[in-house]
């Protein structure tokens, strides 16, 4: 990505704090502080006394872009007070994201002198000249074009002809009688039946009714013999 157009516009540069330093004092806290470097411009924040392996700054400084330098410079250092401070680490903080997006908060490694590992430094940039897409609104966010609110929509009729009207209402049903005894009783009366006294007719002629007797005859009662004698054992005395 080019760059070209930066030369002279201002990149902020907060310097938040370290995490994890080594430790350069054997008996007391160190006092760490931490020294920024881009060209020839050079910045340093206020010793944190007694900030130990993780000291606080939350200190900005203004740099001027020089075209073609991506980078920063950081170094950290322990202060002393009868002898020269002792460097704690260095390290390289790139500037191609903050200058393409506007704002970056990173943390950065630190190097000793023998290339080992010696903490990390928090940074937040911030370049309020870099081009973002138009209607550009949040870091990574996508951009849609902005519309003014429609109108409302009309309520339109789904019919192509006014809708038919509604049905009447249909009238209540009455309510159905509980009982056949709610009816008056009748009083019409019947005169009697013109067949009634009439003789039985005669059989036709050539039937003869088969006779009948009543009561039957009496029949001869029915005599048995006696039983022989000394069939049975006599009963005993």
């Not at 900030?51 to 330098?69: D, M, R």
Request: overall charge neutral.
């Amino acid at each position: 990505m080019s760059f070209s157009g930066i030369h002279g516009l201002p990149l902020e540069v907060t310097v938040v704090g370290c995490y994890n330093l080594e430790d350069k004092e054997w008996i007391s806290r160190q006092d760490p502080y931490v020294c920024l470097e881009y060209g020839s411009a050079k910045f340093r924040t206020k010793t944190c006394t007694d900030g130990g392996k993780n000291p606080t700054f939350q200190e900005k400084f203004i740099f001027t872009l020089i075209e073609g330098l991506r980078e920063l410079n950081v170094v950290v250092w322990n202060s002393n007070t009868l002898v020269a401070d002792d460097l704690i680490g260095s390290g390289r903080i790139q500037l191609h994201k903050v200058l393409s997006q506007g704002f970056e908060d990173c943390t950065w490694p630190l190097q000793s002198k023998t290339g080992r590992h010696s903490g990390e430094v928090r940074v937040i940039m911030h370049y309020p000249n870099a081009k973002q897409p138009q209607n550009w609104k949040t870091k990574g966010a996508p951009s849609f074009p902005e519309y003014a609110p429609s109108a409302p929509f009309a309520q339109v009729s789904p019919y192509a002809h006014p809708p038919p009207a509604p049905y009447p209402t249909p009238m209540p049903y009455a309510a159905p009688l509980s009982s056949y005894n709610s009816y008056p009783p009748s009083t019409t009366t019947y005169p009697p039946s013109p067949y009634a006294g009439y003789p039985p007719q005669a059989p036709p002629a050539g039937y003869t009714y088969p006779p009948q007797v009543y009561p039957p005859p009496p029949q001869p009662p029915q005599v048995y013999p006696p039983a022989p004698a000394g069939i049975y054992p006599p009963p005993p005395y």
